[in-house]
């Protein structure tokens, strides 16, 4: 895992790793920290798990405290074309310090395996070593830490945090945390360290009954954020729907850096942030969209916030999922938003550059049956720049736009739905 030298390559050093998976414990994670001299001790940290919303949660927290005069940034999960993209340093990537993180953490991944047996330190904890020791590098005095998948065995829990927020619970990697909302959110609750506090976002009866027996249990304050608390930031200007909840979990979770937050400041650095891949523009004339909802519960999400972003526009779906998602479910909450459907392949060598060897997705034909046992038009497109184009051509034919959903896979370079600005 050497990659040393004036003209390593971050982004192609990753990806040539192989790419195992998820393969989940602490035990890799906590050597390699060892080895680095464990960085993320060197700032106070909010780690941030849940179903949906935690990169939009995580970006936001940072730009609290930079408001409020401190130095912070945030580690997210997964990217949408570029691994720099998964640490930000005063809301700005910082591609030359990542690629230096990353060379760095390859030596000592390097080192790290030759004490494993039949294992080496798997892609994704690289990477997450790699965004501890950036942020570490630049001086940051708080961190949102985004988790990767689940909790108790991701690799960002290896993080003595200050504070957890539990965004939200929905099903979704099932095969891995569980087959309820509850067994999900324990799993995720379990990064909860004793006498910090938790910050929670709105959940079902069952989770929030769960939230509360295990704060508890750990002498954790808890802070419910309800109906009443997102509605109260709806006068936010620059953010919409579903981003008002994920803004009243990151003021209160802020606070717990900053112990009290300016709603004035607060608000000015939110409104200000673009957070790639939620309703974002990408693309005009037509006007195109991108959104990385790939359940149920961010579709629903999604569609209850297209129109303040679309207005009244037919909007054309360009949609590619992973086998292992709910597409019935998502596609029942999106295609009343819908004019149209373009459905594509995802990409395969994203899926295995990005540690999803073997994961295959939906097939267009497949999710073209399910559209239209819900009355949604849909045709089917090989690739996503194919299905891109389709939908461009179709938007501009009806005076619309083109929205990109589904999975983080539709925007790899070179295969994905990437468009100019």
């Known amino acids: 895992m050497n990659g040393a030298g004036d003209a390593f390559d971050a982004e192609a050093f990753l990806n040539s790793l ?18 680095l001299g464990r960085p993320q001790d060197s700032y106070s940290t909010i780690h941030v798990v849940g179903t949906n919303g935690k990169s ?5 927290i940072a730009a609290i405290c930079e408001a409020h005069g401190f130095r912070a940034g945030c580690s997210l999960s997964p990217h949408l074309a570029h691994w720099s993209e998964r640490v930000v340093i005063s809301g700005e990537e910082e591609p030359a310090l990542f690629a230096d993180c990353v060379r760095r953490t390859s030596e000592a991944a390097a080192t790290v395996n030759t004490r494993l047996e039949d294992e080496e330190v798997t892609q ?15 001086g940051v005095q708080v961190a949102a830490i985004e988790a990767g998948l689940g909790g108790r065995l991701d690799a960002t829990n290896s993080i003595d945090s200050l504070a957890t927020v539990l965004t939200s619970i929905g099903l979704d990697h099932t095969e891995y945390l569980g087959e309820t909302e509850v ?10 360290r004793p006498g910090t506090t938790l910050v929670l976002g709105p959940v079902s009866a069952e989770v929030l009954e769960l939230a509360r027996t295990t704060a508890e249990e750990r002498g954790c304050e808890l802070l419910e954020i ?20 994920n803004f009243a979990v990151a003021e209160a979770a802020a606070a717990c850096f900053l112990g009290e937050v300016s709603r004035h400041k607060a608000e000015e650095a939110v409104a200000s942030l673009v957070i790639h891949g939620r309703l974002e523009q990408i693309g005009s004339d037509p006007l195109v969209l991108a959104d990385v909802a790939h359940n149920p519960a961010g579709a629903r999400a999604l569609a209850s916030s297209l129109p303040e972003v679309a207005g009244d526009l037919p909007v054309i779906g360009v949609i590619g999922m992973l086998a292992d998602k709910d597409a019935p479910g998502m596609l029942s909450e999106l295609a009343g938003s819908l004019d149209a459907a373009v459905f594509t392949r995802l990409p395969r060598e994203a899926l295995e550059a990005w540690g999803r060897p073997g994961a295959r997705g939906w097939e267009p034909d497949e999710l073209m049956r399910l559209a239209s046992g819900l009355g949604l038009r ?27 959903a589904g999975s983080h896979f539709l925007f790899a370079p070179g295969e994905g739905a990437d468009v100019p600005a």
Do not use: C, N, Y
């Open 183 to 192: 067994e999900i959110a324990g799993e995720k609750l379990a990064v909860l």
């Open 124 to 138: 994704f904890e690289l990477a997450t070593a790699a965004a501890f020791l950036a942020l570490a590098e630049s």
């Open 378 to 404: 849909s045709e089917s497109a090989p690739t996503p720049l194919d299905a891109l184009a389709r939908a461009r051509e179709m938007a501009l034919e009806r005076g619309g736009a083109v929205l990109i």
């Open 56 to 60: 939009s949660v995580s970006r936001m």
């Open 18 to 35: 192989e790419p195992i998976g998820w393969k989940l414990g602490l035990e890799r994670m906590e050597m390699l920290s060892d080895e």
């Open 226 to 245: 309800t109906g009443a608390a997102a509605a109260g930031a709806a006068g936010v200007h620059g953010i919409g729907g579903f981003q008002r909840t």
